[in-house]
């Protein structure tokens, strides 16, 4: 049973350019989380999905950013015209259920880097 | 605003020497603690959830406490296998809290030397 498989592992763009980060849910997971990681700071929420729906999308930046998960296929994280200031560790977790205490588990996550 | 922060930032222990990390939360309406060992590339794998003051938990090296401002993580007798970093987490009920956000600190960074 594969756990949460994020992709790719690293990425790397120019300024300017768009990040795409995808998220592959557990098996049987229909709830993901986004969190980012930025250097010296602890890991933030960004946004909550179901599928098709965006639940909660409080922590993310109002521009440039934003979240799907459609009915069929991953969940991805799309970063328009990237800054340096994006680069950090972006991690999603799954749930089978709506809560913490339902099995959230972290993917590996996705290391940016905007140069 | 709910805050956690963790202390010391950067613990070196020799192995076989037992110590403790801090976690001090100030939060509206605490849900539950959490803690979670982040490894070097890697997302943070879960340990423990304390939800009520006095609650103890365990696993091997590991004893995770909690009071009504604080939690503790006991390590005992560590070994270099568990270097890592340490996060603790609260699950709030007040405002910005919800029953799937997760607030963090920024870690503790665990070094065993054999």
């Known amino acids: 049973n594969a756990g949460v498989m994020q992709n790719p592992r690293h990425l790397v763009r120019r300024r300017g350019q768009e990040a795409r980060l995808r998220c592959s849910p557990m098996k049987g997971h229909s709830h993901v989380y986004w969190y980012r990681q930025l250097p010296e700071e602890g890991l933030k929420f960004m946004v909550y999905?179901?599928?098709?729906?965006?639940?909660?999308e409080s922590g993310m930046p109002k521009e440039r950013f934003s979240a799907e998960f459609p009915k069929e296929g991953p969940s991805i994280l799309r970063i328009q015209q990237v800054v340096r200031g994006d680069s950090a560790a972006y991690f999603c977790a799954s749930s089978p259920a709506a809560g913490i205490n339902y099995g959230y588990t972290f993917g590996s996550g996705t290391r940016l880097t905007v140069v | 605003e709910d805050q956690v922060t963790q202390s010391p930032e950067a613990l070196r222990l020799q192995e076989g020497e037992s110590s403790s990390l801090n976690c001090s939360y100030t939060?509206?309406?605490?849900?539950?603690l959490f803690w979670y060992r982040q490894d070097p590339g890697k997302g943070p794998e879960f340990l423990f959830t304390?939800?009520?003051a006095g609650e103890e938990k365990e696993k091997e090296r590991l004893k995770a406490t909690l009071t009504k401002k604080e939690s503790f993580l006991h390590i005992t007798a560590p070994k270099p296998e568990d270097s890592a970093t340490y996060l603790c987490a609260v699950q709030t009920s007040g405002s910005g809290g919800s029953n799937y956000k997760l607030t963090f600190g920024k870690g503790t960074l665990l070094t065993v030397n054999p």
């Open positions: 999905l179901q599928k098709e729906n965006i639940i909660d």
């Open positions: 304390l939800y009520s």
């Open positions: 939060v509206s309406g605490l849900r539950g």
